[in-house]
């Protein structure tokens, strides 16, 4: 069984910085693809970034040239530096991988952003 667990959440001040952290049961370099997702009560699970198995990289809009998704083989971990957040960014972020077609979820870390 695959597993993914979560790491970083908390809450900061808008302007502030944070780091999630994902860490897999296996071997990473397994994955078709990796991400962050975020999801506020009421609304859709929404992308933030994705990181593929040849390191391509995307990013919603809304955090481009914020936020940086990055992974180490080494540590079948995958990372999301987060800085100069604002109150919208709050939400569960959730961590997800495709491992050989089938989707797996982490299960989520609360971001709370203050003014």
């Known amino acids: 069984q695959v597993r993914l667990v979560e790491f970083g959440g908390g809450e900061v001040q808008a302007g502030g910085s944070l780091r999630l952290s994902c860490a897999a049961s296996?071997?990473?370099?397994?994955?078709?693809?990796m991400g962050w997702y975020r999801q506020t009560p009421g609304k859709q699970r929404d992308l933030v970034a994705g990181i593929t198995s040849d390191v391509n990289t995307n990013y919603a809009d809304s955090v481009k040239g914020r936020f940086t998704i990055s992974r180490d083989n080494a540590k079948n971990t995958v990372y999301l530096q987060m800085n100069s957040l604002k109150r919208e960014d709050t939400a569960v972020y959730y961590c997800y991988a495709n491992y050989f077609g089938i989707d797996i979820w982490g299960q989520g870390t609360q971001v709370t952003v203050s003014s």
């Open positions: 296996r071997n990473i370099v397994d994955f078709n693809a």
